[in-house]
């Protein structure tokens, strides 16, 4: 091979290199991370995988959110490590989003460090019923609302009814305008596959009680896509008006008697078919508004 040759070959792998490099970061993030809110000195997400929690730093204690330790007791050792890395300050409140065991199981490291649960009331009663060894109950229940204040931070936790769950709590800091709130409120993706417990007409109203709230920035459960952003009020006014039209898309041929094979086949809203997670989510979506203007469910 001439030395021109080599040049180019070696250039060739360089660039084959760099992409290969550019498709792993894309590819495969680091298993975990923990990122401080921009424009904030006291909130951060603390990433494990695909899910995501919130923990406030104040002056008299941390209050976390969310184990997310579905599966993985060790992202919730990570999760308590990373909390000490940033505060030395003692855990003293988990928060639940909502119930389900991707957000909220694997809480142990949480307890023996020390720390009060908190739960809407209705998290508690699902909790109670369903018994899962790897999922702690929460020590104290929020009906409505409730503010925590721990040394000079405020956390506001907010029931605001029915969305893709019925015991879904929002988290406002009031002063940082920031808001953690799980799962109803996907960031620039298509809410897809597992959210079988969810109620379509509620969630509707869910949104625009966020969109009422005080707050710039919004923490989601998952990364929000691309890039792992947050989300904005656009956001959530985009999601309502997916929502909304999936709904009005499906009532029309639910009540043509279309329901379930030709909507979940044949429908399509290719005015989102470039939201993350289109494709594989979208069954799912026309099967959950199948149910409610075909069934009555
Ligand atoms: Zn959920």
Redesign the pocket.
């Known amino acids: 091979m001439s030395r021109v040759s080599y040049a180019i070959a070696g250039a060739g792998l360089a660039a084959a290199c760099l992409g290969a490099a550019a498709y792993a970061q894309q590819a495969a993030p680091p298993p975990f991370a923990t990122t401080k809110v921009d424009g904030t000195d006291n909130v951060y997400v603390f990433r494990y995988g695909n899910a995501q929690s919130m923990f406030v730093v104040t002056s008299a204690g941390v209050i976390a959110t969310d184990p997310i330790g579905y599966g993985r007791p060790q992202a919730v050792v990570t999760y308590v490590d990373e909390i000490k890395k940033v505060s030395s300050q003692p855990i003293k409140y988990v928060i639940y989003s909502?119930h389900?065991f991707?957000?909220i199981a694997g809480g142990k490291p949480f307890k023996d460090a020390g720390a009060t649960f908190v739960a809407h009331k209705r998290a508690r009663e699902r909790l109670v019923a369903l018994k899962d060894p790897h999922t702690l109950l929460p020590d104290e229940t929020v009906d409505s609302a409730r503010t925590i204040t721990l040394g000079d931070t405020t956390l506001e936790l907010t029931y605001i009814g029915l969305n893709?769950?019925d015991s879904s709590l929002v988290m406002r800091l009031p002063k940082q305008k920031v808001l953690f709130a799980?799962?109803f409120i996907p960031v620039g993706s298509v809410p897809g596959r597992?959210?079988i417990d969810s109620y379509p007409i509620e969630w509707e109203d869910s949104l625009k009680k966020v969109q009422a709230m005080d707050w710039d920035k919004l923490i989601p459960?998952h990364p929000g896509a691309p890039g792992g952003r947050l989300g904005t009020k656009q956001d959530v006014q985009n999601l309502l008006g997916f929502l909304q039209d999936a709904s009005a898309a499906v009532k029309a041929e639910a009540q043509a008697g279309k329901c379930w094979d030709p909507v979940e086949k044949e429908l399509k809203l290719p005015k989102y078919e470039s939201s993350a997670g289109y494709e594989t989510a979208l069954p799912f979506v026309l099967r959950r508004y199948c149910g409610l203007w075909g069934r009555g469910t």
């Open positions: 909502h389900h991707d957000h893709h769950s799980v799962d597992g959210m459960g």
